[in-house]
Structure formats: C-alpha cells, structure tokens
C-alpha cells in the first residue's frame, strides 16, 4: 500500500470506526498498585554499529554504555531525553518475521513500532530531511481520532519508528 492511501485509509478508518472519541474500558485496579516508569526498549540487532549510527545520527541519541561480552552477547545502551533503547547483538540471532509497511505490519502480533513523542512534527520532518531522511510514511493527521500527528521512519534493520505528536485539545 503507498504511504499516501496508507495515510487516507488509516484516518478515515478511524473516524467511521466510531463517531464519538474511542475510550478505555473500565477495570477494577487491585490495590496496591504496581507502579511503572518507562526504562528502555531493547531491540535485537545484526550490524551494531550501523543501528547505533541511526540512533545517534538521525535521532540524536547518546550511547550511555556499552557491553560487549565477549563474541556471544553485546549490549549498548542509547538515551535521548527519557527514551532509552538497549541494543543487543547476540550471536546466532535470526531476523524475526517480514513485517508490511504500516499498518500492515501490526498483522504480525507482538510490538509493532517504537513510538516516540517530539513536541513538533513539521520541525523534526525537516531535520530529517536535513540529514538525508525521508520518512518512510509521510506525516498523517489522526488528530479526530486519537488527538495526535504521526509519521513513520525504519531504521537500518527495519524496525518501525513512529514518531508522534500530541495535539493539544
């Protein structure tokens, strides 16, 4: 599917699939909660180095530590504002299943895309393009929908990128 039909189908799905804003179910919260704060995403990856280069590059990440231990297992660490990703290299590791281009590839279950808040898309779309990256589905308004701006970019595995911004209501 081109971005620009991928674009019209996923926001028109969204605004026929109901008419008024989508809500949560209720659930009872057994008490005491378990509290969460986000840590890092890790991801699997072959070529370390070409990864890490998108991430510090394109994405202005920092690496805040790297662990090779030994040919068997590498871990390294990128931070950029309260996203963390660990990448890890392991040996023998196998590419996971062909993925569609979005939103096709929420067809295969588990996580499908990293996503990441910025406070201006227009702004991060032109320094991406600074740095010689197109995003691979064009920014797409689902601001009806779900009250955000998103726009995808993949990095050099092929891992889906999301990068989002909430509008204010």
Known sequence: MNKAVFAIALAGALSVATGAQAQAPEYAAAEPK???????MALSVADMEAVTAFYV??????????????????????KNG????????????QPGPER????????????????????????TKAQ????????????????????????????PEGNLIELVQVMDE
């Open 34 to 40: 378990i509290e969460l704060n986000h840590f890092m």
């Open 57 to 78: 590059d394109v994405l202005d990440f920092e690496v805040v530590k790297d662990a090779p231990l030994g040919d068997a297992m590498h871990f390294r660490w990128l």
């Open 82 to 93: 309260t996203q963390g990703i660990e990448l890890v290299r392991m040996a023998n590791s």
């Open 100 to 123: 569609g281009a979005p939103p096709a590839h929420l067809e295969v279950r588990g996580p499908g895309q990293l996503m990441m808040e910025v406070a201006d898309i227009e702004a």
């Open 128 to 155: 991406l393009l600074a740095k010689g990256v197109t995003p691979d589905v064009d920014i797409t308004d689902l601001t009806a929908a779900l009250g955000i701006k998103v726009m995808f970019v993949i990095d």
